[in-house]
């Protein structure tokens, strides 16, 4: 059986996309039994713009960010914020003007795996280094292999370890592939060239890559690439951007105007167990906690939702206006929802649904990236700083 969704890490570590297990839950179960009236700043930081989440390994932080015209990738010491490593490249850039008020990015969240750091930058540049030194290993550049380097709005897919691959989708809307490269060299071991990509990220299932492209949900065999399963899947705009779910044998996944649905691989076709039209998903991806499902639907402007994975079944909802979107994490019976308004929601997760325990402000610009949660310190990548908080 192939291994790499779960990448190995302490209960300290954040090495990739939501997480270890790409779930958006922290790995131990320990909790602060009470979160503080008031968090305290620890240290704070200028990093560079962009939605990517940070990482953190082994006491250090990384994050990958934009300066100017150059995609900027520094490491820093978790404690006290201090520079350890920068390394940086040229990326002129610009947006599509429907997206411009999201900025030039980076919107892909790095890997941290076998002490190598892979990033992949918002116009195709996919760069290893060593995790230490911040050495560059080596570089794939999506423009010399493709007509256009990123899809309509940039880059936004995060890179899977898949044994000794790492895997993501390069290319642009209409022409692209799901690529394996290997982890130590950059050399391309398969590729499906369907389509191009979405805007979300793969997820393993089993030997299985569960993912979106511009226009179809996808199986896609993790060791030579060829496609187990397919549906089609459009949204407006052609925007998937939300991260399946996998619970068991079975994944969640849904889209702008797309029911949250679960189904279970049959065979060679997706068996359909359920859909909830309540809990349609545009951004925000889902995270379990107490037993149930817990996101952010795009209904009544942004509203917190739990749904039961077994059924389907709505349990409990929030008021609406939350927000446009909400990074989840999951600890525990404890959920942190981070909106892009600076919000950090504290909620306490039951077979009832989300009790609101705390909200915090913990930025005064914009937070898309998915903060960091150790213990009783948080981690906030906010519009172009990165701090550290304390309860």
């Known amino acids: 059986m192939l291994t790499g969704a779960s990448v190995s890490a302490s209960t300290q570590d954040w090495p990739q996309w939501r997480g270890p297990n790409r779930d958006g839950a922290v790995p131990s179960a320990q909790t602060v039994p009470a979160w503080p009236e008031r968090l305290k700043q620890g240290w704070k930081t200028g990093v560079g713009e962009g939605h990517s989440s940070p990482l953190v390994s082994g006491g250090k932080v990384i994050q990958f960010a934009r300066q100017a015209d150059r995609e900027v990738t520094v490491s820093l010491d ?38 190598k750091l892979y990033t992949f930058g918002i116009s195709g540049i996919l760069s290893c280094h060593d995790a230490a030194s911040g050495k560059l290993v080596w570089r794939y550049e999506s423009g010399s292999h493709w007509k ?13 370890a898949v044994g000794s691959d790492v895997v993501l989708h ?70 998937n951007s939300v991260t399946p779910f996998v619970i068991g044998d079975v994944v969640v996944y849904g889209g702008l105007t797309h029911p949250m649905t679960a189904a279970r691989v049959v065979g060679k076709q997706l068996q359909k167990l359920w859909e909830n039209k309540d809990a349609g998903m545009y951004m925000s991806s889902p995270v379990m906690a107490a037993g149930l499902l817990h996101g952010l ?55 009832k649904g989300l ?7 913990v930025a005064n610009s914009p937070t898309w990236a998915h903060p960091v949660i150790l213990g009783n310190r948080v981690v906030v990548k906010d519009k172009d700083s990165l701090a550290l908080w304390t309860a």
């Open 148 to 160: 256009t380097a990123s899809p309509t709005f940039g880059v936004a897919t995060s890179p899977i």
């Open 78 to 115: 978790l404690a006290s914020g201090r520079k350890l490593w920068e390394q940086s490249y040229a990326a002129p850039y610009e947006m599509n003007p429907a997206a411009a008020s999201h900025g030039k990015g980076p919107k892909s969240t790095p890997l941290l795996s076998g002490g």
């Open 297 to 351: 639907s795009n209904r009544n402007k942004g509203q917190f939702i739990s749904v039961d994975p077994k059924s389907g079944k709505t349990v409990w909802t929030s008021d609406g206006r939350q927000g446009d979107n909400a990074a989840l994490i999951a600890q525990g019976d404890t959920v942190f929802a981070l909106t892009t308004d600076s919000e950090l929601h504290v909620l306490r997760a039951s077979a």
């Open 170 to 239: 390069v290319g642009t809307d209409k022409d692209g592939a799901l690529t394996a490269f290997d982890a130590a060299t950059g050399k391309v071991r398969w590729q499906w060239k369907g389509e191009g990509p979405a805007y979300s990220s793969p997820v393993l299932l089993q030997s299985t890559l569960v993912t979106f492209s511009a226009e179809r949900f996808l199986g896609i065999n993790a060791t030579n690439g060829t496609v187990e399963w397919e549906v089609p899947f459009t949204t407006p705009y052609t925007q």
């Open 355 to 361: 009790e609101p325990l705390r909200k915090y402000t």
